[in-house]
């Protein structure tokens, strides 16, 4: 009997052992197959040199045996525009194929995937397709990999300076206007800087797109102009096009209109995803405007869409939206005229605290107050509404006599607590009824319906014949920088 028990055990064991064996032996059936966790990838548009970013999948063995991988490539080979990533081993364009790579039973691997288009010289985009290749027992197996890419003017940093200003490149020389090509794209990496005494033109369909942190400064004496057509606008944003960067802030610094800059134009244009939209530094003349700002968005700013610093900007047909502090801070004293223009913070990334809007005419250095006169301030026919209670921010010091400070709304749509009936500062206001935007979800603040309080409610003193859509404004006007179209 014990005999019997033991040859029994003996089987046992034995069957485990070469189980066990069996499990760790590499499965070489030619008709078993990897598992993918996708069957293509598709990149958005790349820009030339600049590269992609990193798009991944994984590789599945279902297998209850281990699986060797004997070849990985890319179907392009050394000629590939992507390059792969797989357990470490990459490929290049002196070793385009990895090799042996083992998987456990039950086990995955991930491969990475980048991809750079080369300069083309071509002003149409490319459709770049390659394919990642796999090779197990004598079995091919593919995933497929598409891209677009666009050929680009790249405007790099070519000037280190060690006093403390960023790393930069000009482009715009002092002394030369310059008119930018809008065949291509650009991408711009450090500050991009017009000199002075330039005029940098960029005309309509040009597309600007900016590195981290990057910036288009505008020195003293110097000038941006921005001629869009409806339509047809110039754009400025962060060069990531991925949609999950779509309406992402803080992508880029933003332009910068510094001190003294002078007879800044922006016209029709989209300006969005950066820390500031638009920085306005303090003046170089006592009657003309630091920067006229017409029939453009400004919208999804980490701090805000426009800061003044003791500017004057005179602005119309603008949407100002969506921002994580201020939508609009006006600081330091200044001049301002804001006529047709909506002013909107619906901001969902953090709980705000601050207004919608900001006025301010000092600072603080040390133990110092400056004051600066808010010369004057107009806000007509705009509407300022914005998620929280208080959407205008006033901030002036008792030190400042009655000619420091003037600002005045008329025909406006206000969120606010404050008391509008001082007709020093406020004119027919309409408080704290909501506009009725169309969706302020995806920054549409187009008037949704008829019932809207801002149709036919402006003044017919402030005459701007057509809204930000193009559209005819007819008798009187809606309030906004749309005319309700039914």
């Known amino acids: 009997m014990n005999f019997v028990k033991t040859i029994f055990t003996l089987i046992i064991f034995?069957?485990?052992?070469?189980?066990?064996?069996?499990?760790?032996?590499?499965?070489?059936?030619?008709?078993?197959?990897?598992?993918?966790?996708?069957?293509?990838i598709l990149f958005d548009t790349v820009f030339t040199q600049v590269g992609s970013t990193t798009r991944s999948f994984r590789i599945y063995n279902n297998h209850d045996q281990p699986i060797n991988i004997s070849k990985i490539f890319l179907g392009a080979g050394a000629a590939s525009q992507y390059r792969i990533n797989v357990d470490g081993s990459a490929t290049t364009s002196s070793n385009p194929i990895i090799r042996d790579v083992e998987i456990m039973a039950g086990d995955s691997l991930f491969v990475f995937v980048q991809v750079t288009v080369d300069p083309t010289g071509s002003t149409s985009p490319l459709l770049i397709k390659d394919s990642v290749i796999f090779e197990t027992n004598g079995n091919i197996q593919d995933v497929k990999l598409t891209a677009i890419g666009q050929d680009v003017y790249l405007v790099k940093p070519d000037r280190f300076p060690t006093s403390g200003f960023p790393?930069?490149?000009?482009?715009?020389?002092?002394?030369?206007?310059?008119?930018?090509?809008?065949?291509?794209?650009?991408?711009?990496?450090?500050?991009?800087?017009v000199d002075s005494a330039c005029k940098l033109t960029i005309q309509q369909n040009t597309k600007m797109y900016f590195y981290n942190n990057a910036c288009l400064y505008v020195y003293k004496d110097g000038s941006l102009v921005v001629n869009g057509t409806f339509g047809n606008e110039p754009s400025f944003q962060g060069y990531r096009l991925e949609s999950a960067y779509k309406d992402t802030p803080a992508q880029w610094r933003g332009i910068w209109l510094s001190a003294l800059s002078k007879n800044n134009s922006i016209d029709w244009a989209i300006i969005k995803n950066a820390n500031i939209g638009i920085q306005v530094d303090t003046v170089a003349s006592l009657t003309q405007p630091t920067l006229k700002l017409t029939n453009t968005i400004i919208k999804n700013m980490q701090i805000a869409a426009l800061y003044g610093q003791g500017a004057r900007?005179?602005?119309?047909?603008?949407?100002?939206?969506?921002?994580?502090?201020?939508?609009t801070a006006l600081t330091l004293g200044g001049n301002y005229k804001f006529e047709h223009c909506t002013f909107a913070n619906f901001w969902s990334n953090d709980d705000r605290q601050t207004p919608t809007i900001a006025l301010n005419n000092y600072y603080v250095s040390g133990s110092n107050l400056l004051v600066r006169p808010l010369d004057s301030c107009y806000f007509g026919?705009?509407?300022?509404?914005?998620?929280?209670?208080?959407?205008?921010?006033?901030?002036?010091?008792?030190?400042?006599?009655?000619?420091?400070?003037?600002?005045?709304?008329?025909?406006?749509i206000l969120k606010t607590s404050r008391n509008t009936t001082n007709s020093s500062h406020y004119t027919d206001i309409i408080k704290n009824s909501n506009p009725q935007f169309k969706d302020s979800g995806v920054n549409d603040y187009q008037l949704k319906t008829n019932t809207s309080p801002a149709i036919d409610a402006g003044s017919t003193g402030v005459i701007i014949p057509i809204d930000l859509?193009?559209?005819?404004?007819?008798?009187?006007?809606?309030?906004?920088a749309y005319e309700f179209i039914p």
Do not use: H, M, Q
């Not at 034995?14 to 293509?40: G, I, R």
């Not at 859509?469 to 906004?480: A, E, H, L, Q």
């Open 381 to 412: 026919n705009c509407i300022i509404y914005g998620d929280i209670t208080e959407e205008i921010g006033i901030d002036s010091t008792t030190l400042a006599g009655p000619g420091f400070f003037s600002y005045e709304f008329e025909n406006c």
């Open 313 to 327: 900007i005179w602005s119309n047909n603008c949407v100002y939206a969506n921002c994580g502090l201020y939508v």
């Open 469 to 480: 859509k193009n559209n005819i404004r007819n008798g009187v006007p809606d309030i906004g």
């Open 14 to 40: 034995s069957s485990l052992f070469f189980s066990a064996c069996k499990k760790d032996e590499l499965l070489t059936d030619s008709s078993a197959k990897l598992d993918f966790s996708v069957d293509s």
């Open 167 to 193: 790393d930069y490149s000009i482009i715009g020389r002092a002394g030369f206007d310059t008119i930018l090509p809008n065949d291509k794209p650009y991408v711009v990496f450090g500050y991009a800087v």
